[in-house]
């Protein structure tokens, strides 16, 4: 089972930036479109953004446009994210995805196009 690690979750005030990352054991993220989900207590996991596996393609969630940039570095095989302006909604646990090559791009914020999860980290969003 391939499996993806995120890291750079925590606490913050809100108008403040964190950034977090994906990175992967027992495999490689050349090929792979990758994406970020996040889920609140009480709520359905949402697409959050994602990025195309030759990063010609990246997508957000209308309520992210603007304050969230997706990246990824190649020789670290690792894709961040850097969140910006964060409010007390984006309150949730983020996670890592990946499929190979490609979700349907009509449906990238539906996890049923996504094969690879991670476990997940906490972002609180709090003063």
């Known amino acids: 089972q391939a499996l993806l690690v995120e890291s750079g979750g925590g606490l913050v005030q809100p108008g403040g930036s964190l950034r977090l990352s994906c990175a992967t054991a027992?495999?490689?993220?050349?090929?792979?479109?990758v994406g970020w989900f996040r889920q609140a207590p009480g709520k359905e996991r949402e697409g959050v953004s994602c990025i195309s596996s030759d990063d010609s393609r990246v997508f957000y969630a209308d309520s992210v446009k603007g304050r969230f940039t997706i990246s990824r570095d190649r020789a670290k095989n690792t894709v961040y994210l850097q969140m910006n302006s964060l409010k007390p909604e984006d309150t949730a646990v983020y996670s890592c995805t990946a499929v190979y090559p490609e979700p349907t791009w009509s449906r990238w914020w539906s996890r049923h196009e996504w094969s690879h999860w991670g476990q997940g980290t906490q972002v609180t969003v709090s003063s």
């Open positions: 027992g495999f490689g993220l050349n090929g792979y479109a």
